[in-house]
């Protein structure tokens, strides 16, 4: 059975940092596209950022572009969300995705097959 279990959301200062750990088990996600999404309340879910199966492509969200940082480990099966100078509006659940077959980065959801349960963040003013 395959899992993505994300740690690391919690309640942080704005101009803040926290870093969010996705950590996959029950197949290796080496060959293929992973990526972060948030939903906050009262919004649809969004995207945040992908990187693609080796590490060396990554795309973000422009609200995030220059603050949030994507980056994967094979070996550990885990991909990661460096995220500083948080903002109020960073507030939401952040998810975890994976895809089953797409290599390069996407921002498209529909690519994504696996998803995790999802970790707040919330960002106080």
């Known amino acids: 059975q395959v899992q993505l279990v994300e740690s690391g959301g919690g309640l942080v200062q704005a101009g803040g940092s926290l870093r969010l750990s996705c950590a996959a088990s029950g197949r290796s996600f080496s060959s293929s596209a992973m990526a972060w999404f948030r939903h906050a309340l009262g919004k649809d879910r969004e995207f945040v950022a992908s990187i693609n199966w080796s590490g060396e492509t990554t795309s973000y969200a422009d609200s995030v572009k220059g603050r949030f940082t994507i980056s994967r480990d094979n070996a550990k099966n885990t991909v990661y969300l460096q995220m500083n100078i948080l903002e109020p509006e960073d507030t939401a659940v952040y998810y975890c995705?994976?895809?089953?077959?797409?290599?390069?980065?996407?921002?498209?959801?529909?690519?994504?097959?696996?998803w995790g349960q999802g970790t707040q963040v919330t960002v106080s003013s």
């Open positions: 995705a994976a895809s089953r077959v797409v290599p390069g980065v996407t921002n498209r959801q529909y690519y994504y097959n696996y």
